[in-house]
């Protein structure tokens, strides 16, 4: 399996991006799919998971009112909408399968300015 984050950038206090995950070598849609991050001297976090069953969604509390998760089966991608971004959201952005990772991909860098 091979994940390929992107849509990283600068970005001010306050605005927003659009991050996405393809995935090759999988059946997309067997496996639901999640969004982490690792900011600079600190452990990689959990920020966001889509279910492949029902398409039900989870966030940390940090993140919860201001990213969306969201999946498109046909085109084996999950996206992550960042609205609302704090200088603390700075950070890498992976995504990859809960409880049973693949090989991590080389994640996205989103760096917000105060």
């Known amino acids: 399996v091979q994940l390929v984050e992107s849509g990283g950038g600068l970005v001010q206090a306050g605005g927003s991006l659009r991050l996405s995950c393809a995935a090759s070598g999988t059946t997309f849609t067997s496996n639901p799919r999640a969004w982490y991050r690792q900011a600079p001297g600190k452990q990689r976090e959990f920020v966001a998971v889509?279910?492949?069953?029902?398409?039900?969604?989870n966030y940390a509390d940090s993140v919860k009112g201001r990213f969306t998760i969201s999946r498109d089966n046909a085109k084996n991608t999950v996206y992550l909408q960042m609205n609302s971004l704090k200088v603390e959201d700075t950070a890498v952005y992976y995504c990859?399968?809960?409880?049973?990772?693949?090989?991590w991909g080389q994640g996205t860098q989103v760096t917000v300015s105060s």
């Open positions: 889509i279910m492949s069953s029902d398409g039900s969604t």
């Open positions: 990859n399968r809960p409880g049973l990772w693949w090989p």
